[in-house]
């Protein structure tokens, strides 16, 4: 079993090394695992897995070879894919699920729900949202996930509602795959990427160069001679934009999560935040309420934020193509005598290194998403997830974009 183990983890593209595997051997020879599975997982996952990307192939392997079955139909890679959709279980609303999760006595014919199910499987050839009768999401069908059906089987996705009778296809352990929208702590990780040094500032020498302390002694016949040189620091200004109101309401938390570890981040030169409705016009807003008269003017940061600053823009790129070509698009404000389209067009023109993060990005070029594609065409657009974030601080950093988006 733990040799098959091993070489499912290396064929599932885990890189674990024969030492890592002879220290896991170890630690079961010591009993670390305290003769429980899920102690095992932990103790396995701790010693095997080098980042928290490769912990969803490491869990897809250990369920593979470790997790018991009972009744579980197979279910096909595509169906699988159709159904995961993680960002759709965030967006069910609390008292909802609060509201099913009492619901008792629930009267389920668990033979008729399973039969039904085996004859979807049959049937199904495509993918579906909504609706009462095949396996997919946000509908009122038994099967799938993130409904509203209250028993039923779950296929995939994340508990919500917490009501059905059996799971096919789910993952028991935590989930921190590269394409998973991000939280608090790896916000801040990749953030941390986001570093340029200098040594350029004129602040004290207060830090030991050991190379040159090295090679100064040598040169001092062996004579101690320290030598110390000005601590390198980061000069990354960042400049931040948020969408805020409308289509991003679901994305208030995590919003919030974004602002508190820029607001955490204390090694940049400078950090301004800023927040906007749908676009960018001729105002700016200080806060996420966007209200009138608390805003600063988009020519006025031009002036006073050069183009040094590395620009983050976060929004879904949802507005209509009029509050983007329109003279008078910003229902909300001033355009100042231009519409959204010409301000972003600014933008790219005064800072040399902008990004837009998307949490609910299309594929490709999308042309029912007017708006989202014609900026795509003007910044470099990521999804806001671990691998679209660490690939935007790149961009960033190096001008280089990652065009697999």
Known sequence: MFTDFFYRLREAGLKVSLGEWLTLQEALSRGLHNSSLTDFYYLSRMILVKSETEYDKFDMVFEACFKGKTWDPEVGANMLKWLDKPEITDMIAQDEKQWLNQIEDIQVDKDDVEEKFKQRLRDQDTEHNGGS????????????NSGGNVGGVRVGGRTGFQSAFAVIGAQKYRDFREDRIVDNRQFMQAL???RQ???????????????????????????????????RKNSVKLLLLMDSGGTMIPYSSLMNELFQSVNKSNHYKDVKVYYFHNCIYSKLYNTPECENGDWIDTEWMFRNLDSDYKVIIVGDAAMAPEELYADNGNYRGPNGGLPGWEWLKLMKLHYKRIVWMNPKMAVGRAPWREAETAIKALFPMYRLTVKGLNDAMVTLLTGRENTEY
């Open 133 to 144: 009768f095949w396996i997919g999401t946000m509908g009122k069908s038994s099967f799938g």
């Open 192 to 194: 941390r990427k986001l």
């Open 197 to 231: 040094f200098s040594s350029k500032l004129d602040i004290p020498k207060t830090e030991l160069d050991i190379d040159s302390t090295v090679s100064e002694t040598c040169n001092n016949g062996g004579c101690l001679k320290i030598v110390m040189d000005k601590p």
